[in-house]
């Protein structure tokens, strides 16, 4: 299985910054893509990036340009630094990892239990 633990959320003002961090933990063998996904009230959890071991990224056009994914593949950790936040940022933030843990070994999403991120206006 795998654990994910996300930190870093909080209260910010608009226009400011937040780096997200995301640790994997557990027994698996590989880790093949890890992403961040949110949710507002009232909304459906929507992508906002991933990464895949390879070093490619993809990210939601609300947040091009802003927000930048990263990975650790030796920590197994995944960051997603967030500059220039808006008030319409302000969701619970998710882990995602994409893995191969146990039979019968066919890559399988994990989810953190996510953090809060409030943006003021």
């Known amino acids: 299985q795998v654990q994910l633990v996300e930190s870093g959320g909080g209260l910010v003002q608009a226009g400011g910054s937040l780096r997200l961090s995301c640790a994997a933990s557990?027994?698996?063998?590989?880790?093949?893509?890890m992403g961040w996904y949110r949710q507002a009230p009232g909304k459906q959890r929507e992508l906002v990036a991933t990464?895949?071991?390879?070093?490619?990224?993809n990210y939601a056009d609300s947040v091009k340009g802003r927000f930048t994914i990263s990975r650790d593949n030796a920590k197994n950790m995944v960051y997603l630094q967030m500059n220039s936040l808006k008030p319409e940022d302000t969701a619970v933030y998710y882990c995602?990892?994409?893995?191969?843990?146990?039979?019968?070994?066919?890559?399988?999403?994990?989810w953190g239990q996510g953090t809060q991120v409030t943006v003021s206006s």
């Open positions: 990464i895949i071991s390879g070093g490619n990224t």
């Open positions: 995602k990892a994409v893995a191969i843990a146990s039979a019968p070994f066919v890559p399988r999403d994990y």
């Open positions: 557990g027994r698996f063998f590989s880790i093949n893509a």
